[in-house]
């Protein structure tokens, strides 16, 4: 018998929210049981925007309810969220949806709560008009953030709070970097478009196409030759700052799934190790690398903690994405909003300094750092670079620009949404001859 849908959707969206899973490692243990495209693409969508809305929604329906059903029965509550979802952001129509809803309580084995899940999304038809504003009148509940993270954002980007939630809650672009080693960009674009899809040249990244949803990468032209890889236009910025050449040592640490790596390679002849302290997170390097026709040493190691893989030849380069809250990337990964906490964030701040003060000394004299995050919250990103500056006299803070996004104090923020990329934060660290 064929899976409901969206009775899959439910059961996977309680587990985000209220368990702690995360979006990937449910949709990639779901997804196998449905065999049609379509039926996948709506799961993904459904456990998407579940999330990326879950805080909105999930308190609208306590205010449908009489009795709460998060406890006592999170999948059903989980499938009210989603009947609003598919309402008010897919915008199916309205009787299709709310049919479709009520079916999945049958695939659910909760038959007799059809008729409630029924009467409360026929509820909030009624009452919409009053109740989506009862919703926008709450900071919390209109964009669907937590209360910390929007304080957070008022308090370091007081002008471009409002701009960066919104930017979190809408749909990003499917942006690829072409493997200059396997393809040419104007080569692959033709490609693309050939096949029938909508693909543009990015207008300031030299390796960067955009397509304007989503699609199965796997079918795209050329995914099986290495031609290209997935990359967001901010993260592709780290391969511009580290200013190679061929013939030097590069090291790039925190390094899973490879991304970065792959593109610097891709960039120069260079000697590249992949610095990465799990396992399986190291394994995702080597697939990437493989896929793409690539070789660098992979390393299995603590970035915090040289001493146990350093043999202590100094790099020219070194790279550090640091581990981070994420903040930046909200509207790819929309389930770190109900993850992360603001307790979170000071650990994650002494992980940061410990990396960098660690890495410093690896690097060679005229060497060049690029410190890098996936964060907006100034704490993780020019506060922990600036202190490194502070404590070691030979490093040096060149400025830079980029076409998009502002000045911190030290180094650049690309805001969510700013040139259509997520967020990240850069910094460049010169070592003094």
Known sequence: MKPD????????????ALRGASLRDVMARQAPQLHDPRDRALLMALLSEGARWWL???AAIDGLLEKSLRHKDPAIHALLVLGLVQLEILQLQDYAAVAATVE???????PALAGLVNAVLRRWQREREARLAALDARPATRHAHPTWLADALRRDWPAQADAVMAADNGEPPLMLRVNRTRSDRDALLAQLQTAGHAATLHPWLADALVLPHSTDVTRLPGFEEGAFAVQDGAAQVAADLADLGDGLRVLDACAAPGGKACHLLERARIELTALESDAGRAERIRQNL??????????IGDAGAPAGWWRHQPFDRILIDAPCSATGVLRRRPDVRLHRRESDIAAMVAQQR???SALWPLLAPGGRLVYITCSVLRAENEAVVAE???AEPDAQAPAFTLPVGQPATVGWQILPGDGDLDGMYYAVLQKRR
């Open 5 to 16: 849908t969206r009775a899959l959707a439910a059961k996977g969206l309680a587990e985000i």
């Open 104 to 110: 999945a309580v049958r695939a659910l084995k909760r």
């Open 388 to 390: 490194l500056l502070a």
């Open 354 to 356: 410990r990396i960098l």
């Open 290 to 299: 493989m896929r793409l026709r690539l070789d660098a040493k992979i390393v």
């Open 56 to 58: 909105r929604f999930d």
